[in-house]
């Protein structure tokens, strides 16, 4: 089954905040993607409300709701108190937990998982006992034992990181590395009984490659690539131009 296309709405939100205006509408592009067929939104809501705010949260959470009740809203990043209170409050039918220091540019690492066991595992039983899907933010270093302790911890899903894979656009013979380190992981991961997503850096030219590898691959969520073409081909036929690269019929 090719993987769901959940569109990250974190640029569009970063250039709205450039001005003191409603616009670009987060909201509002939220919806051409919905409409267009992505499968959920996804949201970073960083403590110093760079991009998403918070008061973006409900308005998205009604829109889904409302008028797309089949799609999936996917809240990610680092589990502080203030970050669960806002999952709580939104119920998100998925929450990705990453390792970010609040003063990240972006997400550029997974969990370190035999270290943050303990963690993590509490993190994701409050989650998980108010309905919300678990997934957690993991490198795609092959690392078999890694993905076993991540299965421990009561998560439903690991999220691959495949930003070294992106990094790769102009190096096809390190790119075939990168995704093949991923596909171990992403074996691993289905052989402890995870689910398995992927996000960073992924675009219509090496989706296709990723989604050969790991053709079991659940979802992924994007926002900077997309954003890019959405540019140039409008928002609508971007998201219908990564469908097709996540193997969809549109």
Not at 9 to 38: C, K, S
Not at 122 to 143: H, I, N, Q, Y
Not at 160 to 173: A, E, K, Q, R, S
Request: aromatic share 6%; proline share 6%.
């Amino acid at each position: 089954m090719p993987a769901k296309l959940s569109v990250n709405l974190n640029a569009i939100a970063m250039l709205r905040n450039r001005r003191d205006l409603p616009w670009p509408d987060v909201a509002r592009f939220g919806r051409l993607a919905l409409e267009a067929g992505a499968s959920g939104l996804t949201v970073h809501p960083r403590p110093d409300q760079r991009h998403i705010r918070f008061s973006d949260l409900p308005v998205l959470r009604a829109l889904i709701d409302d008028d797309f009740p089949h799609a999936e809203f996917n809240i990610e990043g680092y589990p502080t108190e203030d970050f669960l209170v806002l999952c709580e409050q939104t119920e998100p039918e998925q929450v990705t937990l990453v390792p970010d220091d609040p003063s990240q540019a972006t997400s550029d690492h997974g969990w370190d998982f035999r270290k943050h066991k303990a963690f993590l595992t509490e993190t994701v039983a409050r989650l998980k006992s108010k309905g919300m899907r678990v997934s957690l933010f993991a490198d795609g270093d092959g690392d078999a034992e890694a993905a076993a302790v991540a299965r421990q911890t009561g998560a439903d899903r690991i999220e691959l990181y495949t930003g070294p894979y992106g990094g790769c656009f102009d190096n096809p013979d390190k790119a075939a590395q990168e995704i093949e380190l991923l596909g171990r992981t992403a074996d691993a991961a289905f052989a402890c009984g995870l689910d398995v997503n992927g996000g960073h850096d992924l675009t219509v030219a090496n989706l296709p490659a990723l989604m050969k590898r790991i053709p079991g691959l659940a979802e992924v969520s994007i926002g900077h690539g997309l954003t890019a073409d959405a540019l140039e081909y409008g928002m609508a036929e971007t998201v219908r131009r990564f469908r097709r690269a996540c193997g969809q019929t549109v």
